[in-house]
């Protein structure tokens, strides 16, 4: 008898769990329905007014920028798309970051984003580094205001006219990393091992870094900030090496993404402090 009414207890708290899963589901799906209807009734231009004042605000309020900014999408995820991600690289050209690195784990067939299709339609670049917008070269585009933005009117006084974008696979983490300690061991007995084994630990350390650059095939600083469109945050073995001080930033799948979003992660970021050690 206790077996049965443990089992049924169980399947209640299954269908209770299941249900509110449910509502919030619907809940986020609903709020986001409203958001994007609301978008749609303005006008572009009026859009684009909405987003650079709610930019502006938002570089006058930042103590610090990240340089890179690393998207991180789940495998389930079914709500950024290349829209949004064109969207998210407008406005991190817009406040000034450089680097946007993009790490999509879902499958070509699940909505995976290739961000050399993004860029192909006007873009000559190749490789796993891109440039946003792909339009006309840099030497035009410093003549020209981003969004009707003064060029004094970013952080720091300057911007770079194009944003630098890399595409990572899942091979570029552990994999990577194992790929660099192997060919360090099976070099131990050489006179470069054997001088950083002599020097202290941040010589191994920098050239572990060197050397895992150099496979990736792109130089950009370590990220500053990670934005995870997933339930719970997880990296999902995002380049552990280079991770290791990212301030990571989770925002639940399905739930509606835009400037206001953006600009609230970037001011959280600015406010965190982050200790380097004694």
Not at 110 to 139: E, F
């Amino acid at each position: 008898m206790i077996e049965v009414l443990c089992l049924l207890l169980g399947r209640i708290l299954l269908l209770l769990v299941g249900g509110y899963e449910l509502m919030w589901r619907l809940r986020e799906r609903l709020n986001a329905l409203v958001i994007r209807s609301y978008d749609l009734w303005r006008s572009g231009t009026a859009r684009e007014l909405h987003e650079r004042r709610v930019l502006a605000d938002c570089r006058s309020q930042l103590t610090k920028t990240p340089q890179h900014l690393v998207l991180v999408i789940s495998p389930v995820d079914a709500g950024v798309d290349a829209v949004l991600l064109s969207r998210i690289f407008d406005f991190a050209l817009d406040v000034g970051i450089k680097h946007v690195s993009l790490y999509d784990r879902r499958t070509k067939g699940s909505g995976y984003v290739d961000m050399a299709d993004l860029c192909r339609s006007t873009s000559g670049d190749t490789g796993s580094c891109l440039k946003w917008p792909p339009g006309p070269s840099p030497s035009k585009l410093e003549s020209l205001p981003k969004n009707g933005q003064k060029s004094n009117g970013y952080v720091n006084g300057s911007h770079s006219p194009q944003l630098q974008l890399h595409q990572i696979s899942a091979s570029d983490g552990h994999a990577l990393i194992a790929d660099v300690c192997r060919e360090l061991y099976e070099g131990r007995e050489t006179e470069l091992v054997q001088s950083l084994l002599k020097q202290k630990r941040e010589a191994l350390t920098e050239q572990i870094s060197d050397m895992l650059s150099q496979r990736l095939g792109f130089e950009a600083p370590e990220p500053e900030l990670g934005i995870v469109f997933a339930r719970q945050t997880c990296t999902y073995g995002l380049l552990p090496w280079h991770a290791r001080f990212t301030e990571f930033h989770t925002h639940p799948s399905g739930r509606h993404f835009d400037v206001e979003t953006f600009a609230s992660i970037l001011c959280k970021y600015s406010r965190c402090e982050q200790r380097w050690g004694t």
